[in-house]
């Protein structure tokens, strides 16, 4: 059963389920106490919007949370390998960008860009090869 799923999806559901059936008019028709509805519904809508808050950070965060500092810390010795390796080729591209704006210094940097995949017939995009130049 659901409810007894402890913090998995499903119990989040049963439990939200649950309280929006509570929430309904007429299960809150107490008859003559008139601000007992109210009390009633404000009550279960709290309580949704903490399950529903909690919800959201469990599932969408948590497995982030865990991994931690770990994961990031390799995906960044990955990204560092990354750069060595197009080190030479960017370079490259550098290179040329500062000698074409040597001779033309109002042309853009995609302008640039694409000059140089046309000189150095670089399968890359203008676009990509704009994140790597900079103006001299």
Do not use: C
Request: proline share 3%.
């Amino acid at each position: 059963m659901a409810a007894n799923r402890l913090y998995e999806k499903a119990w989040y559901e049963f439990h939200a389920v649950r309280l929006i059936d509570w929430m309904e008019p007429e299960k809150l028709d107490t008859g003559k106490f008139k601000t007992l509805p109210f009390i009633f519904a404000t009550s279960f809508s709290g309580q949704l919007g903490r399950l529903v808050e909690q919800y959201y950070w469990k599932f969408r965060f948590e497995k982030a949370a865990i991994t931690g500092i770990g994961s990031r810390l390799g995906a960044s010795a990955g990204g560092k390998t990354k750069a060595k390796a197009h080190l030479a080729e960017h370079s490259a591209w550098q290179k040329v960008a500062t000698e074409i704006w040597a001779s033309k210094s109002k042309l853009t940097k995609t302008a640039v860009a694409k000059a140089i995949k046309k000189r150095l017939r670089v399968p890359q995009t203008a676009k990509h090869i704009t994140r790597f130049i900079k103006r001299p």
